[in-house]
């Protein structure tokens, strides 16, 4: 697999920031490039079908090679990069047999990667280790799947005597900004189920994630000088405070792990005419989920009458718990399993705190679990990969193509009650 490094370096040297503030898709020009590139690749490799839509969405097949009944399945990255951190100039460092030790990423503004702050660093202690600079995110998340996907693609085309049934492959946009199913083509991809290959640790395999929310808040204000503003002043920033104030402290990403859900606060601004706050909502249970959305509109009721307040409260949807999809056809998720105990990678099975497109996805008509990429520290000038966690990703998507192809087609048939 000499080649997945050299993809993988030449994918994250090319700037795909997507841009939330955008109503376009994809929500930058700049994804454009490497979309281009990946449809010259998929091209060269081989691949059949290969189309790049308007909405730079991208899709390719590697037609079946058995006369067996196999059903058509899917491998699904994205390949924008979070606009949370800077993704412009990556300059990618190779550390060759890692020793455990401080990785020095930038002497000069002494940026250090520790494995005291990060100590699952010694879990690939004599691994290569690729990281950033110090200056910008890496875009493993999610460029390695792009990457990891590919290679699998071009072992199985260099390997016909690995039988496979029909794979269909899908590259996204602004999955980072929460678009990256919204215009994707379900019924034309034509799987009977997918992967997404978006997960962080090697091992890594999910099939439930939060149901999600966002909420924006909008309180108003009287502005008097404060001189003369007993009983006339309405100070917005302080109706907004109260509002915050009662959530419940302990309820935040910080605090919460597992399938614990939260509110985050995320973004704040204001005066005292007028103040806003953007908020996220998460929790695994839909029940709770919807508790917690009326316990936000509650208080804000609250405090618009005590306060005889104008405020504006809107809550919308981003998308909802895939489990509920993937239980009813959860040999999806044995056969992946089955294929990382098959290459010697130990599964994690455990819940997603946040969401993929394999969320949308799922409620769209195609199950789709997660499984890693093998990533660490998403999303900013921490994050790095190990090259050996790639090169798994590529054994496990390599084997779950074999193990589809050899398994009798009633077990696609089989539900989990």
Sequence with gaps: ??????????????????????????????????????????????????????????????????????????????????????????????????????????????????????????????????????????????????????????????????????????????????????????????????????????????????????????????????????DKMVNALTVLREVLSGLPADEVPEKTSGRQGFYHVHQMNGSIEEATAQ???????KTHFENRKARLQALVAEVRESHRAEIEIEIADQYYNMKEKILPVFSIVALAEEAMQAVGVHPIIKPIRGGTDGSQLSFMGLPCPNIFAGGHNFHGKYEYIPLQSMEKAVEVIVKICELTAKKPPETWQQKKS
């Excluded at 490039?33 to 059949?48: F, I, R, T």
């Design 1 to 230: 697999m000499n080649s997945l490094k050299e993809r993988f370096l030449r994918y994250v040297q090319i700037n795909t920031e997507s841009d939330p503030n955008s109503e376009h898709c994809p929500s930058t020009e700049r994804q454009w490039n490497l979309a281009h590139l990946l449809k010259k690749e998929l091209q060269e490799l081989g691949m059949e079908e290969v189309v790049l839509d308007d909405n730079a969405y991208l899709t390719a097949t590697l037609p079946s090679n058995t006369s067996n009944v196999v059903p058509p399945i899917g491998f699904i990255s994205h390949y924008d990069t979070s606009p949370d951190f800077s993704g412009e100039g990556v300059k990618p460092g190779v550390i060759e047999d890692y020793d455990g030790e401080d990785i020095i990423l930038n002497p000069e503004k002494s940026i250090v990667l520790s494995p005291e702050y990060f100590p699952e660093l010694r879990n690939y202690i004599g691994q290569t280790l690729i990281v950033t600079d110090g200056t910008t995110l890496l875009g493993a998340d999610d460029k390695a799947g792009v990457a990891e996907i590919i290679s699998a693609m071009e072992y199985l085309i260099a390997h016909p005597e690995i039988p496979h049934g029909e794979i269909r492959i899908g590259f996204t946009p602004d999955e980072e900004i929460g678009r990256g199913a919204h215009l994707f083509d379900v019924p034309a991809f034509r799987a009977q189920w997918a992967y997404t290959v978006d997960g962080s640790q090697i091992g890594e395999l999910e099939y439930e994630n939060f149901n999600a929310a966002k909420a924006s808040i909008r309180a108003f204000g009287k502005s008097v000088h404060p001189g003369y503003a007993k």
């Design 279 to 285: 908020l996220i909502i998460r929790d695994h249970n």
